[in-house]
């Protein structure tokens, strides 16, 4: 098979012996342009990683913080309620509990996922960036 190079476009060309007929490559499989897009893919997935295990941690400290947090409200409560003598007050202490504890977990469940929404736009951002770039280039190598 007979190859030609044209360094000018960096396309190179085959022809088939047994019809002559001369067949452009498809610029993107060239070893060069391979191993630029590698490296280059390699990086936004590198960044895209980044991104997710540091949002990771974001969603561990959150939720780490609300759960000692509820555990302190959770023994305040339990500690008064020891020490409540009167039915009435039990009653009210323990609706009042139940109220914040309800609207402590919805608040935290927003938090949560408005935070894993930020996480997963930070982290595919990165692919989506690459994969505009890798459209560009088929169309460019395509004209």
Do not use: C, W
């Not at 402590?104 to 938090?111: I, L, V």
């Amino acid at each position: 098979m007979a190859k030609t190079t044209d360094t000018s476009s960096k396309t190179s060309t085959a022809s088939s012996p047994a019809t002559g007929i001369e067949i452009a490559r498809f610029p993107l499989f060239d070893p060069a342009d391979i191993s630029k897009n590698s490296s280059h893919n390699l990086e936004v997935a590198t960044r895209a990683a980044r991104a997710y295990f540091n949002g990771a941690v974001r969603l561990n400290r959150e939720m780490t913080e609300f759960i000692s947090t509820r555990f302190r409200k959770d023994f305040e409560t339990a500690r008064t309620l020891m020490t409540i003598k009167d039915g009435d007050a039990a009653l009210q202490t323990q609706a009042d509990f139940i109220e914040e504890t309800l609207r402590d977990y919805a608040d935290e469940t927003s938090k949560m996922l408005n935070l894993a929404a930020d996480i997963a736009q930070e982290t595919l951002g990165h692919a989506e960036e690459r994969a505009g770039q890798a459209a560009a280039l088929t169309r460019k190598g395509a004209e």
